[in-house]
């Protein structure tokens, strides 16, 4: 096989298509999941009860596997984008989740008594110091979630979410190497640019001050 054939499949007029849909899917469902997650780990920061019972649920999604959810979504929602949306949403969850809860949680209790003792509001303490010194574990469970979901997208293509999945697909119906490797490559680029991009953003997004912490721990 040349790699000219390869070529040749991300030539066709359909590719844009299948990729802006892949890459719509993934956002979405990272996008939502990310609001579902965050302010219910934003509620429960305070309370040890609503922590764990938090990281349980999390835990719990997290068991469940990608192919899974989205046959659970078929019976109830049908074929297309939208059911796809869902079950890739309810995978996107817990990754967020669990970081998010566990980064709140782990912000020093003393540091926390100190601004109260400072006079800072509730408000304050969590925009200044709760939310920067969780925002790196926050993040790195939002990479994970959009690498996960990236991947798991492929699938969606079984419940006719599209994407580059359908070149998968494809490929193995017709026993056509070049297409199923142009779509797996495809996948596998964008996976290693979200987690380049995630990575990126995370670090941009890391206080300067837990940035220099860090390195004098690994030196």
């Known amino acids: 096989m040349m790699p000219g054939e390869i070529i040749r ?32 780990a934003l509620a429960v920061r305070n309370t040890p009860l609503g922590t764990a019972i938090a990281i349980n649920v999390g ?3 997290r068991a469940v596997p990608s192919l899974a959810l989205l046959a659970l979504a078929l019976p109830f929602l ?30 020093s209790g003393e540091i926390v008594d100190a601004a109260r003792g400072m006079g800072l509001s509730e408000a304050q303490i969590l925009r200044d110091i709760q939310l920067p010194i969780a925002a790196p574990v926050i ?25 580059l ?26 996976a290693v640019a979200t987690e380049v991009l995630f990575g990126a953003l995370e670090k941009a997004l890391t206080p300067k001050g837990l940035r220099l912490s860090r390195r004098k721990q690994t030196k």
């Open 9 to 40: 499949v991300f030539l066709r007029p359909q590719f844009p298509e299948l990729l802006l849909t892949h890459v719509e899917l993934s956002a979405l469902a990272v996008g939502i999941a990310a609001l579902i997650a965050l302010p219910v």
């Open 59 to 61: 835990n719990v999604g």
């Open 78 to 107: 049908g074929f297309g984008f939208a059911p796809s949306l869902v079950a890739l949403t309810a995978l996107a969850v817990p990754p967020i989740l669990i970081n998010a809860t566990t980064g709140l949680r782990e912000v």
């Open 139 to 163: 993040f790195a469970g939002v990479r994970t979630s959009a690498v996960q979901v990236v991947a798991s997208a492929t699938l969606a293509t079984f419940i006719g979410g599209g994407g």
């Open 165 to 190: 999945g359908d070149l998968i697909v494809e490929g193995f119906q017709r026993g056509d190497e070049a297409i199923l490797l142009a779509g797996a490559i495809s996948v596998a680029a964008l």
